[in-house]
Structure formats: C-alpha cells, structure tokens
C-alpha cells in the first residue's frame, strides 16, 4: 500500500480500498492473482478484484498429482469409483487439466480461468478494458 500511496497519491489508495471492502472478498484467491499478474498499481488490483469471479482457485495443491485427486475427489463431472484410483494416473490427469486451463501453480494454490485459454489472457483482457476506459476518459 505504501509503494501506491507514494506513486499515485492518497485518492487512488483510498479509491483501491473502498473497491476491496467487500465482506465475501476471497483474499487469498485475489493476491495470488495480483501475484501472478504482477499488478502494482491501484486500478491494476481494483480491476483484478471486479474480475475476481472470471478466475478458479483451488486451494491447498501445490503440484499436478494433487490437482488431479482434488478434482476426482471434489468435482462431480471428475468422479470415480475408488476402486478405479488404484489404477488411475493422477500425475497425468492433473498435468493434462493445466495444460488444458492454461494454469498455474501458486503458493501451494492452483489458479486458473474456466473461460480463456490462460491466466494470461484474461489478464490481457482486464487490462486492455482498463486502457480502453482510460483513453475513453480522456
């Protein structure tokens, strides 16, 4: 917060925090997203925040194979017969949905975007609307 005081004033802090006082915000999925964008600037978090919903965090898998056992476990459309497990390839299976989703590993998190091919290119998208309001200000 004090790199963005300094760098853009007083308001647009003000501006960034009236924007996050939302009690159902999930803080954890929001800064691992300000993380993997690299956002440093007050608009940059506020406009990741107003696309908090566009983005999928699972919470507690740090690589591919417990990626994979979160899915069949927790996700309906993944499920298996536990006899199944024995045999199945869980490395895999999670290697396959990242590369699929465009994800990413974070913090011991997975984040990725159902919608887009990548975290990246929803990233690009906020941004270009971000310029796009900008320039349309002017």
């Given at each position: 917060m004090d790199g963005i005081i300094?760098?853009?004033?007083?308001y647009e802090a003000n501006k960034l925090l009236r924007s996050l006082d939302i009690d159902n915000m999930n803080w954890d999925k929001l800064s691992a997203i300000v993380e993997v964008a690299d956002a440093q600037s007050a608009s940059q978090i506020v406009s990741i925040a107003e696309h908090l919903d566009d983005f999928d965090f699972i919470p507690k898998v740090s690589?591919?194979?417990e990626l994979a056992h979160y899915l069949?476990?927790?996700?309906d459309v993944y499920s298996m017969n536990p006899v199944m497990e024995n045999y199945f390839d869980f490395s895999g299976f999670g290697e396959q949905f990242?590369?699929?989703?465009?994800?990413?590993f974070i913090n011991g998190e997975f984040l990725y975007c159902s919608g887009y091919d990548s975290i990246y290119e929803l990233l690009a998208d906020i941004e270009n609307e971000d310029e796009g309001m900008m320039m349309g200000g002017m």
């Open positions: 300094h760098s853009e004033g007083i690589d591919a194979e069949v476990d927790y996700e990242v590369e699929e989703h465009g994800g990413q």
